[in-house]
């Protein structure tokens, strides 16, 4: 549609009035919350970290070297990686694909059944077994996750009674609490997308390939998953989005060793005291992020509009 036309139809369904509010809004909104605190980031990271009474001195110039901090550290040395941080990165970055990955594959059944098998009020409890729990604040929910996998918790002791092991097993060392948390932590974010782009799907699609001798497997491989690929590529760019991203749960359900880039960039802005270097890590998180909303819009070939609808 052209924007012109959508802006005029958007003027004649709401008025001016309300049309002018939400505009201004949603502008404000954008600009105030999302733009100018990134500009000012970016700006913070091609700075030198300097003291307050140096700040717009003859000191005070533009650099790189808070990029490059990433990949060689305070030697500067190209010949010597940074390795602490950039295996930090990519275990955040690989951790997130696995975390999406794995909601996917979980919320793509729930949201078929609900938008095609359920109804009445079966459907209308399930979605409520869905929503209810996260009324629940995420930092409890992420205690409750480590009181859940630890040493004396439940799965512990149900493995232990069920002669399925003899001791208790560390799963916050061996992270699975953590990626058990955040992907609990974003399911709605996957199931709704896909859920909202397949009850549009026409049942007697679904019905024809049954009549034409289908498999369940084909049906959706052919059928189903075609037509809900904005559901999909919008849920996964969100959860991969946010688990990159995540902080809290980290922070509780992280073994020893599983130190977070968010935690990274968390203790450069805090305990290090260094705004600038915090500011490139997170913008160099940032483009990452961005990179791989670009590649599941490839992926999936779907555009930008389909993916915000």
């Known amino acids: 549609m052209n924007p012109i036309l959508g802006l005029k139809h958007f003027f004649d369904k ?14 404000l909104w954008m600009v105030v919350m999302i733009v100018l605190p990134q500009l000012f980031m970016l700006d913070f990271s091609f700075r030198f970290n300097l003291p307050p009474s140096k700040i717009g001195g003859p000191e005070d110039v533009y650099t790189t070297s808070n990029y490059t901090f990433l990949l060689y550290g305070s030697s500067g040395n190209p010949d010597a990686y940074n390795w602490i941080d950039l295996t930090v990165f990519f275990r955040t970055i690989l951790a997130a694909i696995c975390v999406t990955i794995f909601d996917l594959i979980l919320c793509y059944p729930i949201a078929f059944y609900l938008a095609q098998v359920a109804q009445g ?13 996260f009324w629940v604040n995420e930092i409890l929910r992420a205690f ?46 996957m199931i709704f997308p896909i859920y909202n782009a397949i009850e549009s799907l026409d ?4 019905e024809a390939a049954r009549d034409l001798g289908a498999p369940w497997w084909r049906i959706h491989w052919r059928v189903v998953i075609p037509f809900a690929k904005p559901g999909l590529a919008s849920g996964s760019t ?23 880039f968010t935690q990274i960039i968390y203790q450069w802005f805090n305990t290090g005291g260094n705004w600038p270097r915090g500011s490139a ?4 998180l940032l483009i990452v992020c961005v990179g791989f909303v ?11 509009g389909e993916i915000g609808r």
């Open 281 to 284: 890590y997170a913008m160099i």
């Open 203 to 206: 049942k007697n699609q679904l």
């Open 14 to 27: 709401n008025g001016i009035v309300i049309s002018l509010y939400l505009l201004g809004a949603v502008t």
């Open 144 to 189: 409750a996750f480590r009181i859940l996998f630890g040493s004396s918790g439940i799965i512990n002791m149900a493995g232990m009674s069920l002669g399925l092991w003899d001791q208790p097993v560390d799963f916050i060392k061996a992270d699975v609490a953590l990626y058990a948390g955040l992907g609990y932590a974003y399911i709605l974010l």
């Open 121 to 133: 009020g079966f459907a209308r409890l399930m979605v409520l077994s869905l929503i209810i729990p």
């Open 294 to 304: 670009l590649l599941m819009m490839r992926l999936f070939k779907v555009g930008l």
């Open 238 to 260: 969100m959860v991969f989005m946010l688990s990159a991203g995540a902080l809290a749960a980290p922070q509780i359900l992280g073994g020893p060793s599983s130190l977070w």
